[in-house]
């Protein structure tokens, strides 16, 4: 149980086109949700948390014009990436907190490679 | 300030050979302690939570303890099959948020 099925798992752009990344929770809603970005070689780094039905919170540093976020239902968050350019390059990983506990469980990632 | 930091950042182990990871906190409020770990180019997969010091889990080659500044992973008898990187985070007593920590790159040669 508690699985959070994310896409697509890879994508290529152009510069200055903007891509959406998908964030599902499977078997349990997900008022919360949370999205990472992580660069080779290091850890994950929160950019936004994502509430249902009002607006996200961002991380400091964090373009929200850049980086929308929409949370409409207890079952989906989205990310777009807009105006997307290659230093947007990165693998951008959401998660969700589990129901009745205190763990946090993954979507698989997706690698976002701008050209 | 909260902190996360693990130690090492990289460790390669011959097949067999038994060590130690490392994850240091300095945060106000701890609730929980978890480790993950991440395979290349996928999100990370949940191993353990630990809430309080003195508590320890174990899963197959795998066993996490907990004090109250800092936590380890020991693994046992490591296969080539383990080799991934470790993550650890925490989450606090108030918010939604989780902090991790750098990771540890593992390698195990057969």
């Known amino acids: 149980g508690a699985v959070v099925s994310q896409h697509p798992s890879w994508v290529i752009c152009k510069s200055g086109t903007s891509v959406k990344i998908e964030c599902r929770s499977l078997d349990f809603q997900a008022t919360t949700m949370f999205w990472y970005r992580q660069f080779p070689k290091q850890s994950l780094m929160l950019m936004a948390t994502s509430n249902e039905g009002s607006k996200a919170t961002y991380e400091q540093g964090v373009e929200k014009d850049k980086f929308l976020i929409n949370h409409a239902s207890l079952t989906l968050s989205t990310l777009t990436v807009t105006s997307a350019h290659p230093e947007d390059s990165s693998f951008y990983i959401c998660s969700a907190r589990i129901q009745g506990g205190y763990g946090y469980t993954f979507g698989s990632g997706t690698r976002l490679t701008v050209v | 300030e909260d902190q996360v930091t693990q130690s090492p950042e990289a460790l390669r182990l011959q097949e067999g050979e038994s060590s130690s990871l490392n994850c240091s906190y300095t945060v106000s409020g701890l609730r929980g302690l978890f480790w993950y770990r991440q395979d290349p180019g996928k999100g990370p997969e949940f191993l353990f939570t630990l809430y309080s010091a003195g508590e320890e889990k174990e899963k197959e080659r795998l066993k996490a303890t907990l004090t109250k500044k800092e936590s380890f992973l020991h693994i046992t008898a490591p296969k080539p099959e383990d080799s991934a990187t470790y993550l650890c985070?925490?989450?606090?007593?108030?918010?939604?948020?989780?902090?991790f920590g750098t990771g540890t790159s593992l390698t195990v040669i057969p």
């Open positions: 985070a925490v989450s606090l007593n108030t918010g939604n948020q989780f902090y």
